[in-house]
């Protein structure tokens, strides 16, 4: 029950995260959450602040 609660979280979060043969999704909520993560980055990058990425599910899909 656990694992099924966990994979349909994944999909609904991108569905790569269970299957890498998907293609990219930018409208998926990954891929929306990287895009804000990228504006807020490049508005403050000259002022030295650390964007912190709380989800490890998150992190590992992005750390390619």
Same mark, same amino acid.
Do not use: H, R
């Given at each position: 029950? +656990?694992? @099924?609660?966990? %994979? /349909?979280?994944?999909?609904?979060?991108?569905g790569r995260l269970l299957n890498d043969s998907l %293609?990219?999704?930018? %409208?998926?909520? +990954?891929?929306?959450? /990287?895009? *804000?993560?990228?504006?807020?980055?490049? *508005?403050?990058?000259?002022?030295? +602040? @650390?964007?912190?990425?709380m989800d490890i599910q998150i992190y590992c899909q @992005?750390?390619?």
């Open positions: 029950m +656990l694992k @099924l609660i966990n %994979e /349909v979280k994944l999909i609904a979060m991108d %293609e990219y999704n930018p %409208e998926s909520k +990954l891929g929306t959450c /990287v895009g *804000k993560m990228f504006s807020i980055w490049d *508005k403050t990058k000259n002022t030295q +602040l @650390l964007l912190l990425i @992005l750390k390619i």
